[in-house]
Each structure stands twice: as C-alpha cells, then as structure tokens.
C-alpha cells in the first residue's frame, strides 16, 4: 500500500500542471491501494469524494506543494475515518467494571482478554477473568493457562454448560473480591450464528457490561464491517481491539470496525504472547497504513546516529526487511562508539528498553562487547545470511569455542538477533526518506 500512494504521489509531483484529470487519476490509485489494504469499497469511494472537495485544483496549481497537500489531505480524511466522534467507557482503577469480549472464533478474544488483564496488571489494577465460552472444548484451559502464567485469578467450569450462569457466577465472585477490572471471554462459534448472537446478548443482559469490545483479525479482508455490523446488532459494542497485526494484513479492516460499531479502536495485537499489546494510536496507525512512518522520527535519528557512509545501505537493507547479524554487529560497532549510551539509541526500534534498560548501560556496553565476540568468530556466510537458520548445533559450538563463551550464551546472542529481526522486519516495504523530508507531516 505504502508503495502504490507513494507511487501515486510521486506521479503527480512530477505532472507540472495538476488538473482533474491528474488529480482523478491520482485518487483511482489510491483507491486501488487502500482496497488492496482491506478498507471497505464504500469507505473508500467516500474518503476519495471529501478530497475532491477539499482539494482545492487553483490552489494546486499556483502552489509548488502539491504532493504535501494531498498527502496531507489523504492523511487527515484517513485519521477522521478511525474517529468516531466520542471516547469509548474507559474503567477507572479502584472502581469495579465489567468488559465483555465479543467476536468470532478464532479472532483472538481470549489471548485478547489476557493481554487487557495483564496489561492493567501491570498497572496496579486487580484484574479477573471469567470464561463464558462453554461450547468450545479447551476453552476453559486455554483462558485458565493463560490466567495461571500472568498471576490473574479466573473463574469458570468444565461441568457447566450454561456460558449465563458461570459469566454471573463469575462476576459475582470477582466483585466480592473487590477485583475492580472483570473481564467476561465468550464463545465465538461460526456454526448457528443466529444462536450464538441470541448467547451473547444473554450473557451481556445478565451480566451489565460495562464495556463491551468487538475482538477483529485484522486478517479478515472486505468481510470486516459486516462483521463488525452483525456483532453492534446484537450487543452494544463499545470499543474495538484489532488483532494479528503483526502478520501480512494491513489494517484497512480496523476503518470498517470503527464504522460499523461507531466505536474506537482501543489497542492492537501484534503477537502471541502476552506482551504483544499496543495502546491504539491513530496517527501512527495511519502513518503505517500510508507507508510513510511513525519512521520519521526514527529516520532522522539514523541519520544523526549512523556515520554517513553507512546510511544508504542500511537504509536499503531495512527497506527489503532483511536485518542480518552482520548489520546487527554493525549496530553493536555504533553504538559502542558513541561512548556512554545515551538517549539517542532510545530511538531504534528495539535497541532500547530490552537490550538497553535504563541505569544498566554499563552492563549493557559489556553484554554488547560480548555478543561483539561470539560474532567474531563468526563466518562471513553466517553473517550475512538472511534467515540464520544455517545456525546448527555444530556451527553454535565452533562459536563458542571460538570465542571462549559458553553455548548458552551464544543462544542468547541468537535469541536477541531473532528478537531485533522481528521488530526490523516490520519496516520492510518503507519508504525510504531523505533527511527532513518527512517533517512535512
Ligand atoms: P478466540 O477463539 O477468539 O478466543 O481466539 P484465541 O485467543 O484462542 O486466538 C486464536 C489464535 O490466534 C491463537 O493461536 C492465538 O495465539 C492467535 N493470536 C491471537 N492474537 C494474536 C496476535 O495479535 N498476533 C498473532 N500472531 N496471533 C494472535
Ligand atoms: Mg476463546
């Protein structure tokens, strides 16, 4: 998507006269890219009709900058499209709540439901989580396994058939124990839709919700509003968490949630794991969706930070999202020679908190210059290896002799890389920007 706007862009800043023709020709590929990225046909046809309107051609025409106006047009009709207009409930610590997760099978409510719980958690908030999924087996020994690992207490029963009884039975118990967030999972089933509706707006009626969150695979494609629109039918959905964000899908889908609901969206899962869990953020949110970065500011600080030289070919590297150990030593290289670590490196993504935490440098330099060895000993296929799953048993213990470090630390070094690669690899496809040229937005 990132690429064909700013295609579509480009196109139209090198045409030295913008009339409708360029201009209509401009927004059929944009439509085209933001289809392509799941948003609803409708949607589009409607976001592509206020920028004709707000797109003033005379303006165009005299100004030289076309291609920012529009982009910033594009850019705040896209921002519109994720507002709904009014704030979702948001539960206040201390004060009981009760949030009802709704959505398909499948789309990641109950990984969800933990993800919320243990994200307030760690917040000081007491948390509980009640299972009011009976029809799926396992269910409840999913929702207990997960409760068990993030210390969050949890209700429900392998005997119980009745999701009514156990969510009231579960509420009740939680809100005498003073729990002040209760959160309800449900079942999602495909089968029976009429029944699976006519099961929630039961456990909605008898529970009271609070809040009640639409769970949404960002994975989905077009069906996202009718989805979105069948599950606001039938219970009052108050906000929207979409999930998977870290696979191939673009998030188009989050525009039809927020539509069909009318409701925000509150937070994105970008991974499996319990940690994976973003507070939701328009801005950046629409910036990715563009392709042209909440990076920005990430830009300008490789260009501060990396000597010039290195720039365009790592620039290029990240850019086809192949993050390999050698760029990893390379970093390593930069980092160590800026003397003590300051706030700079706080801006590449990952560098930070984890590899990094604050008021440990000094431990951190001598795990940099550690790992900087295993590398050395390293060779050059290794390096540059794009996918290191060349990283046999044998090739970790010729590292570790070589280097005179233990195996489990080699590991280690392996793990950080697979975890820097994860989060590199999700600027594959940027735009790659000169200096400054984004602070136009
Ligand atoms: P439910 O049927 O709606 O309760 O969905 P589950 O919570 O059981 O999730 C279904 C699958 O999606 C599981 O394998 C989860 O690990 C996975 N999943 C959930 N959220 C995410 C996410 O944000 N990213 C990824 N990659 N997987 C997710
Ligand atoms: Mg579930």
Redesign the pocket.
């Given at each position: 998507l990132g690429g064909s706007i700013s295609r579509a862009l480009q196109q139209m800043s090198n045409a030295t006269i913008i009339d409708e023709k360029v201009l209509a020709e401009c927004l059929n590929e944009i439509t085209r890219a933001l289809l392509q990225a799941d948003v609803q046909f409708k949607l589009v046809r409607d976001m592509t009709n206020n920028i004709k309107k707000i797109v003033n051609l005379d303006d165009l025409a005299a100004g030289h900058n076309k291609r920012r106006i529009i982009q910033q047009a594009i850019f705040n009709e896209l921002c519109k499209m994720l507002d709904p207009g009014k704030p979702s409930f948001t539960p206040k610590k201390g004060k009981t709540s009760v949030v009802m997760f709704v959505?398909?099978?499948?789309?990641?409510?109950?990984?969800?439901c933990t993800k919320y719980a243990f994200y307030h958690q760690k917040k000081g908030w007491k948390p509980a989580l009640v299972c009011a999924d009976t029809f799926r087996a396992g269910a409840f020994d999913?929702l207990k396994q997960n409760a068990t690992k993030a210390k969050i207490p949890f209700y429900g029963s392998y005997m119980e058939s009745d999701p009514v009884k156990i969510a009231v039975e579960g509420v009740e118990r939680f809100k005498k124990e003073n729990c002040d967030l209760i959160i309800v999972?449900t079942s999602?089933r495909h089968k029976q839709e009429a029944a699976l509706f006519e099961e929630m707006r039961q456990v909605s009626e008898a529970t009271k919700p609070d809040l009640v969150i639409f769970?949404m695979d960002s994975s989905i494609g077009q069906a996202a509003f009718d989805q979105a629109q069948a599950f606001k039918q039938s219970v009052a959905v108050g906000a929207v968490i979409v999930?998977?964000?870290?696979?191939h899908a673009k998030g188009g889908g989050a525009l039809s949630a927020v539509a069909a609901t009318k409701s925000p969206v509150i937070f994105i899962?970008?991974?499996?794991h319990m940690d994976?869990f973003e507070v939701f953020d328009v801005k950046p949110f629409v910036s990715r969706l563009l392709g042209m970065g909440d990076w920005s500011g990430f830009m300008d600080k490789i260009h501060e930070v990396v000597p010039m030289d290195q720039q365009p070919e790592l620039l290029q590297k990240l850019s086809e999202g192949s993050f390999t150990l050698r760029i990893m030593y390379e970093q390593f290289q930069n980092i160590l020679k800026m003397g003590p670590i300051g706030q700079v490196f706080s801006m590449l993504p990952g560098f930070s908190a984890e590899l990094m935490p604050k008021g440990r440098e000094k431990e951190s330099q001598a795990k940099i210059k550690r790992y900087m060895t295993m590398m050395d000993s390293m060779t050059d296929k290794e390096l540059d290896s794009p996918t290191p799953k060349i990283m046999n048993d044998s090739r970790i213990m010729r590292i570790a002799r070589g280097s005179g470090r233990q195996l489990r630390e080699v590991m280690e070094m392996l793990e950080e890389y697979k975890r820097l690669a994860k989060i590199w690899s999700k600027m594959k496809g940027l735009k790659i920007p000169k200096k400054g040229e984004m602070s136009a937005l």
């Open positions: 959505g398909l099978q499948g789309s990641g409510k109950t990984t969800t999913q999972d999602g769970v999930t998977k964000m870290d696979g899962g970008t991974g499996e994976e």
